[in-house]
């Protein structure tokens, strides 16, 4: 069965380092990858989004790679701030009218 | 960018009662909508797809009659917990895309809505 993993449940970073989470799936082949960035109580709201032909994209302090022989995405935030600190939740996207699949996400703080 | 709203965005109720939320795209038609569940430190976990003008399909182990979801418009679905339990206590998200628009699963989140059911 399809599944995703993020290795940590919870990361703690000092203010102004690089924070990096790992995503990694099996026995699925997704078109796309998607993280997004959920706060308590809130919805999701879309960060990025990379194609399986992609190896890196970037958006301001957000790096992005995706390595479909390792079956991994990195997630990076550089100069992490806490206001950075938050759960962020990577998402396999075959495209089409599939439904994304979540993984379980990573609480990120960053302390000052 | 494109807003999607729920109301209520929290709700308590009685045992028993059945509760209605609904999920608004207010910039854009949603051909399709989305509704997941998520319990404290979970993942989402989807429970429905709807297609505008056509039936919800349901994921494994959701129960379509005790969780009913109607998308009669392209701008509105709705999902209606009918006689709710403590158990169905939940942060209850929809999301909303436009199929026509869009070659790869762009989704719109909507804000959540708790329900929480004595």
């Known amino acids: 069965s399809q599944k995703i993993e993020q290795n940590s449940e919870a990361l703690n970073i000092q203010e102004g380092k690089t924070a990096t989470l790992t995503c990694n799936y099996t026995n699925y082949s997704p078109a796309y990858l998607q993280w997004y960035r959920q706060d308590p109580g809130r919805g999701p709201v879309f960060l990025l989004l990379?194609?399986?032909?992609?190896k890196e994209k970037r958006k301001e302090r957000l790096k992005v790679t995706f390595d479909t022989t390792l079956k991994q995405s990195l997630f990076h935030i550089t100069a992490s701030q806490p206001a950075d600190s938050a759960t962020y939740l990577c998402?396999?996207?075959?495209?089409?009218?599939?439904?994304?699949?979540f993984g379980k996400g990573t609480r990120l703080s960053v302390i000052a | 960018g494109a807003v999607v709203s729920q109301h209520p965005s929290w709700v308590i109720c009685k045992s028993g009662t059945s509760v209605k939320i609904e999920c608004r795209s207010l910039?854009?038609?949603?051909?399709?909508m989305f509704w997941y569940r998520q319990f404290p430190k979970q993942s989402l976990m989807l429970m429905a797809t709807?297609?505008?003008?056509?039936?919800?399909?349901?994921e494994q182990g959701v129960e379509k009659d005790k969780f009913l979801i109607n998308h009669a418009s392209l701008t509105l679905s709705t999902l209606t917990v009918t006689s709710a339990h403590p158990e169905d206590s939940s942060f209850y998200i929809c999301?909303?895309?436009?199929?026509?628009?869009?070659?790869?699963?762009?989704?719109?989140f909507g804000p959540g809505t708790r329900l929480t059911v004595l």
């Open positions: 910039d854009f038609q949603a051909t399709t």
């Open positions: 998402a396999l996207d075959n495209s089409g009218n599939t439904p994304l699949v």
């Open positions: 709807s297609n505008e003008g056509s039936k919800a399909t349901y």
């Open positions: 999301s909303a895309r436009d199929s026509r628009t869009s070659s790869y699963n762009e989704q719109f």
């Open positions: 990379i194609r399986e032909n992609e």
